[in-house]
């Protein structure tokens, strides 16, 4: 996301129930989002599962990186795919019941990412 510095504003007076001794305040507004190329079109699948899911997609780069990572924002799981290999890729990982964010990214970005329910089905 680019992010450019508005421009800082001047308020006259404060209310007697704001305290605040600082009159300027300056806001950051987004100018652009970024967004995933149009290529890698990528899916998780079944989603919920039990920790077994297949990922299935073109990578848009020769070496790409899978991630998961659960709600507290911890990394649990990570692996390093190539595009020369299969369409379709079975993962299997050992997780706790949950939601889990996953991620592909590689050198020049973000190709996926999305949630995955984890639990006993």
């Known amino acids: 996301m680019f992010v450019k510095q508005a421009v800082i504003m001047k308020w006259p007076t404060a209310p007697p129930w704001f305290k605040c001794r600082q009159r300027k305040y300056a806001f950051q507004v ?3 989002i970024s967004t995933l190329p149009q290529d890698a079109q990528l899916s998780l699948f079944p989603n919920p599962n039990n920790g077994n ?3 299935k997609g073109r990578l848009p780069t020769d070496l790409a990186s899978f991630e998961l990572i659960d709600m507290t924002g911890r990394l649990v799981y990570r692996e390093k795919l190539q595009s020369n290999g299969p369409d379709s890729r079975a993962i299997s990982v050992r997780l706790s019941p ?3 964010c996953w991620q592909l990214s590689g050198e020049s970005g973000v190709f996926g990412r999305g949630k995955v329910l984890v639990g006993e089905w």
Do not use: C, H, R, S
Request: net charge neutral.
């Open 30 to 32: 987004p100018t652009a």
């Open 53 to 55: 899911f297949i990922l």
């Open 98 to 100: 949950g939601v889990y």
